[in-house]
Nanobody
């Protein structure tokens, strides 16, 4: 059974940091391209970070460039999203996704709220 389970979300003050984790199981994670998306209330889902199976980080959107970093540990079947200098506009539900053998698997999402 394929599973992606996110953790690490929560409430943080502007300027703070959070690290999201996504643990994968049920498929060959080391061969999957991994991604983080976010969806704010009333907005479309947005891709914020992507990493290849070998660990190459693909381009980030301008909204998070220089603040967010994606990484992965294939030995732990886990992908991470380090988020620094958080802003209120980063508030959203964050989802991880894994693309493997022409299919995309999704986690259930974790809420990140940036507020003072």
């Amino acid at each position: 059974q394929v599973q992606l389970v996110e953790s690490g979300g929560g409430l943080v003050q502007p300027g703070g940091s959070l690290r999201l984790s996504c643990a994968a199981s049920g498929f060959t994670f080391s061969s999957a391209r991994a991604k983080w998306y976010r969806q704010a209330d009333g907005k479309e889902r947005e891709l914020v970070a992507e990493i290849t199976p070998a660990g190459e980080r693909l381009s980030y959107p301008d909204s998070v460039k220089g603040r967010f970093t994606i990484s992965r540990d294939n030995a732990k079947n886990t992908v991470y999203l380090q988020m620094n200098s958080l802003k209120p506009e980063d508030t959203a539900v964050y989802f991880c996704a894994a693309a493997f053998l022409l299919r995309t698997y999704w986690g259930q999402g974790t809420q990140v709220t940036v507020s003072s």
